[in-house]
């Protein structure tokens, strides 16, 4: 398998149900020991259209982004109550804790600022 978002990574598997494991495995091993943020997925669009991809076959896998990360680091933080209602109920909405909610909105605004 080949994973475009993660240059020169790959992986396989002995059969379908396989490879998620196998990709968690493969994607874990390619962040060890780097300092480099997980890439925003590539629309399936854009790689269809890529002829390097010619005659596969697409799987879209999740990913645990959590396990890339390297070790988290502890902080305190001053909120107003009446936004961090408003914070913990749309972390519950996304199914994540408080601080994987506020981990991945930062990121997103930065990411967001970086590109303009």
Known sequence: MTLPDFPGCF????DWEA????VQETIELWFEGEDIEVPDPTPLETLARDDAYEGGVWMLVDIDTTRLTGPSKRINLTVPVGALRTIDAAARVHHESRSAFLTRAGLALARREQNQ
């Open 19 to 22: 490879i998620p494991a196998a």
């Open 11 to 14: 992986s396989a598997a002995d």
